[in-house]
């Protein structure tokens, strides 16, 4: 027994992190894995298939899309900003980042809207439409739990509840950012370009 | 050791009432609520398969009829997985596992409750189709196309595919958690190197949930926006593929056959070295081959699938990784057997369990490797052999697994001893019960009965092989209720325990019985795989190992 007096009651002998980082992180492996099934599952079909969706009307739609790959792209910039400017303490840059983002995340959100409803099939027409929308939909699920986790950390950040040594909320919005814009890059791969 | 451990136990419920339970975040009162509601779920599924042998027990017998049992058979195997061993394992791991690791919770003590209460909605939203008459009815793998709207067009598959992706939430939420807790709440000087075998199981398993139950997701996603919207994925006709199904289903559907029996297999390492009084033999390849297992099970997926016609090449493949599985299997069986060679063997209850567990498995296992041979498997797929070799690894693996593990934390849990009498009447029961049950089905199989037929004609062969299964139901059913009775009583009259009854090697053994909320009033250094022999032996420690 002796040997327990000196130590601190403090655990955590694989770090000093916060452990909540690790936890952001493994969800986020987790959540990439679905993503990976449905785009398996989507050249699964197509590979598969005897009659595809005909190439013809895609092209139609490819400006839209491309532009709005753009912006969400883009929009990793101001988030990734927004955490560097709050880990040297500026809380004026950190709102401005994330509102960013946000706008831009929900412009996206707009384009894709516009691209539903204006698509020349539906998901019960054919197999593409149903992997379309499908994916899509997913996607867009996920970019809107991005947006309300913006919100709310932007919400957190008008507040003053970030400082340079207490902000993994920040970072970890970033990172869910991050993953939502690069499973679209495999996405609009898949979907428009291929 | 500690004076603390040798007063009464504390209360194991605490007096703050039913309100306390409803909105606990205490790692070890939610480990409780799972193993109580999952035991439960478990008596649910066994009823259900009890009917089941019930029905079969004569040939054309009619005590459920086809549909009936068809809702039977498929909540007897989603109960089982999802409802029973699933949740049973989190809840051993839950109350187990920050103790073993000297963490004070788990890292997250709110997700924490917030995955046992969705997987408590989520089982009574699944049995609840019971009260619409709309069981789910297509069976634990509801293979398309029999399960699109089409061919089942009432609520029954509606309640599955929901159910079925709200657990998956559940499980996710649970796994994240252990991963944390396990990377990152380890006691100072418990490497990973150190760590106790079950801990380092329950991390291979969350490990294989994250990974795995996204595939059922994705699966149960587009088989309900088939059935809600009217997608196409699974239409054949429409240029959908129904084998999509399978991949998506069976790449989740096979790593979780070791979600289920590597905890289990975690137990067993825990308990064989006490009752041998040796230390784990081959602790390092008993550590890896979790992990080689993990990885191959991501690559065997389609063995369920040769009889649908896969590519020479591909089944070729998918029967070698699928023997390969053998290999590191095989590994953790020596390994125990070399703990055990030459121990001072102690046959109490959770041993025997252990043993058990070890026996049966290695017969479910071979099993297991006469299904990998492809033209074995054209013979036997979908007949009763299948249903026997899986319940020799779940039933003689996973359950006898489950019941060395309560046997053994029981006292850790409550601060009383299980009786040891009753507990050995328990296990020869349950093995005799098991082996009565299980051993005939695969004859029934070779002899070419199918699986998941509600009744069959006389003078097929197949009568006395099922009429044998269903007299081994009354001792399961007795093995289970002699259980039940052993704990009611010693939770009210059984000996105290003390903090440290098997005389046991790491740490919850140090906490008292049962442990503080706050687990220990100091967090112990760790300087060996034995932390707690080490404590009780500081003029002969274990060698600490080289990280």
């Known amino acids: 027994m002796s040997t327990m007096g000196a130590t601190p009651a403090r655990a955590g002998a ?43 009307v895609l092209p139609l739609y490819l400006g839209l899309p491309a532009a709005n790959t753009i912006i969400l792209l883009s929009s990793s910039i101001p988030v990734h900003w927004a955490t560097l400017s709050i880990q040297r303490g500026n809380r004026r840059n950190l709102i401005i980042g994330l509102a960013l983002t946000f706008i831009m995340g929900a412009i996206f959100i707009g384009g894709q809207a516009y691209e539903w409803t204006h698509a020349g099939f539906t998901p019960q027409g054919s197999v593409f439409g149903s992997t379309f929308f499908t994916l899509t939909g997913f996607h867009g699920a996920h970019v ?51 | 050791m500690s004076s603390r451990s ?91 596992v920050p103790l073993m690791l000297g963490a004070r919770d788990m890292a997250f003590p709110r997700l924490n409750g917030f995955g046992y209460w969705l997987f408590l909605l989520s089982g009574l939203f699944l049995y609840s189709s019971f009260l619409f008459s709309a069981a789910p009815d297509g069976g634990w793998f509801a293979y398309v196309p029999m399960t699109d709207r089409a061919y089942s067009p009432g609520r029954n598959i509606d309640f599955w595919v929901l159910g079925v992706q709200l657990l998956g939430v559940s499980s996710i939420a649970a796994s994240v958690n252990f991963v944390v807790t396990i990377l990152r709440l380890r006691a100072p000087g418990m490497t990973m190197n150190r760590m106790p075998m079950f801990a380092w199981t329950v991390l291979v398993t969350a490990f294989l949930i994250l990974f795995a139950f996204p595939s059922l997701t994705a699966a149960a996603s587009l088989l309900m926006l088939d059935r ?97 599985i053998a290999v590191p299997t095989a590994v953790k069986i020596f390994n125990w057997i070399a703990t055990m060679w030459g121990g001072r063997i102690r046959l109490q209850p959770p041993m025997m369990f252990a043993i058990g567990f070890i026996a049966l498995f290695i017969f479910g296992g071979m099993t297991g490797i006469s299904v990998a041979v492809v033209p074995f498997d054209w013979q036997v797929t979908d007949t009763y052999y299948v249903v026997g ?56 199989g070779l002899m070419g009965m199918p699986r998941r037929i509600f009744t069959y004609l006389p003078n097929l062969g197949w009568d006395i092989p099922n009429l044998v299964s269903a007299l081994g139901v009354p001792f399961i059913v007795l093995s289970v ?15 105290l325990a003390g903090n440290d009854p098997w005389n046991a090697v790491t740490l919850e053994w140090l906490a008292s019985s049962p442990p503080a909320p706050y687990n220990f009033a100091e967090i112990p250094t760790v300087r060996g795989r034995r932390p707690l022999y080490d404590l009780k032996h500081p003029d002969r420690p274990d060698a600490a190992p080289r990280a």
């Open chain 1, 14 to 56: 694989a770090g000093e992190q916060d452990p909540s980082r690790t936890g952001m992180l493994v969800f986020i492996m987790s959540e990439a894995v679905l993503f990976t099934n449905l785009i398996a599952a989507y050249l699964y079909l197509r590979f598969s298939a005897v009659h595809w969706f005909p190439g013809d």
């Open chain 1, 144 to 194: 809107l739990v991005g947006l309300t986790f913006l919100a709310v950390t932007l919400v957190r950040a008008l507040r003053g509840r970030f400082t340079a040594e207490h902000h993994f909320a920040v970072q970890a919005a970033g990172w869910y950012w991050h993953f939502v814009d690069a499973v679209w890059v495999f996405l609009f791969g898949s979907l428009y370009l291929l």
């Open chain 2, 6 to 96: 040798e007063a009464a136990p504390a209360e194991p419920w605490g007096s703050e009432g039913l309100l306390s339970w409803l909105t606990t975040t205490d790692h070890k009162r939610i480990g409780i609520l799972y193993i109580v509601t999952s035991f439960a779920f478990f008596l649910v599924g066994v009823t259900e398969a009890s009917l089941m042998r019930w029905q079969l027990a004569q040939p054309q017998n009619a005590v459920l009829g086809p549909e009936q049992y068809n809702q039977m058979f498929t909540m007897h195997g989603t109960t089982m997985i999802f409802l029973f061993l699933m949740p049973m394992l989190t809840g051993l791991g839950n109350y187990v």
């Open chain 2, 228 to 324: 809600f919207l009217g997608t196409l994925f699974y239409s054949a006709p429409a240029g959908g593929d129904p084998l999509l199904w399978q991949h998506l289903f069976w790449a989740f559907g096979h790593p979780e056959v070791y979600i289920l029996i590597l905890p289990a297999m975690g137990i067993i390492s825990e308990i064989v070295p006490v009752f041998s009084g040796k230390p784990l033999f081959g602790y390092i390849f008993v550590a890896w081959s979790s992990v080689a297992i993990a990885f191959l099970g991501f690559i065997v997926w389609a063995h369920h699938m040769f009889a649908t016609g896969l590519p020479a090449a591909v089944q070729a493949f998918f029967a070698l990784t699928s023997m390969i």
């Open chain 2, 389 to 444: 070799h899986f319940h020799y690894v779940l039933f003689g693996g996973a359950v006898f697994g489950m019941f060395g593990g309560l046997h053994y934390w029981f006292p850790k849990m409550t601060g009383r001893l299980l009786s040891e009498r009753l507990g050995h009447v328990q296990f020869w029961l349950l093995f005799i019960g098991f082996n009565l049950t299980f051993m005939p089905l695969h004859l029934l």
């Open chain 2, 481 to 495: 209720l002699v259980f039940l009775y052993n704990v009611s009583v010693s939770l009210r009259r059984g000996a």
